[in-house]
């Protein structure tokens, strides 16, 4: 195989204890929308003591979008995010051990891997079956993996190799390629993993069917490197594809296109900061905007589900 794996074997930090899992929302936003727990049990939802006649309506058909189930798990402190997030992916993780005797889990870059801190403590670092785990990236910087750039060594750093997930079983990119041929290279590897069995396929899209996606949002509301305006964002035959000028520096990136992330089991979207309040009120406000910024055409096959903290909601 082409892929290049990143080689390192991963060790268990010393935890600290959880912090008390209670989430806070905005009263008024709680009045607003539909605010939701964690729906993993029956795939439908749970209300966090909101208007129970309404939650209902909330059992949104999957292929729902954004802007109209609002399945908004919670408006957090910034430190109590990670903690809902946490159980989130361990529920999930747990799920599909269960079933498919694996899970597939897509990074992206920023603030997502702090975010992701609370699975390094316990109950999470020794009940997880990392073994079990497949890490990917919905988009990479195409730079050197021990650069400061990469989003690989932003997660190793800060998330891999504190957790003993099978270094195998981490799929950076080759980053002694072009961005085209790493792109290539990274969808010939995914093409490999739907052929052992590892990476389920959708069998509505016929695209790769990741079982979580984990996505940050930019200002501008690009998801991946898929921006506002950019051709990218309409792609629709490949899994993987490049990027030789991306208004985020670097310039060269890889990602996934919209069909692979459309077709996942599960989407995160985890926004935190004032910087995306206005790109989040668009997503998911009442406002009509012409053209759909990035963020908006997240619509998987399966659950989507919206992270915020206070200040990315604060203007909702
Ligand atoms: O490659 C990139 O430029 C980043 O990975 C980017 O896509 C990031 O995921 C969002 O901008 C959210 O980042 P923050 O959560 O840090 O704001």
Redesign the pocket.
Known sequence: MAFSVASTFLSLRNPHRPSSATSSFAPQLARKFQVLHLPLRDKGVSLLGLNRKRSVQVKASMAETAKSDKNIVGVFEKEELPVALAKYVADLSDKFTKERGSFTVVL?????IK?LGKLLEPPYADSIEWSKWHVFW????VVPKDHE?S?YK?AYDGFLSKVPILPGNVYAINDALSAEGAADDYETCLRHLVKNGVLAVSSVSGFPKFDLML?????DG????LFPGHALVKENQKWVTFIKD?P??PPE?ITFTFPVINSSAYIAM????A??ADAVHTALGDSKNSEKLPVELVSPEGELKWFLDKGAASKL
């Open positions: 992206s870059g920023g603030s997502l975010c919905v988009d990479e910087r750039d989003n932003l996505l940050g949002m930019g200002p690009h998801v991946a490197s991306s985020k520096p990136r985890v926004i935190t900061g910087g995306k």
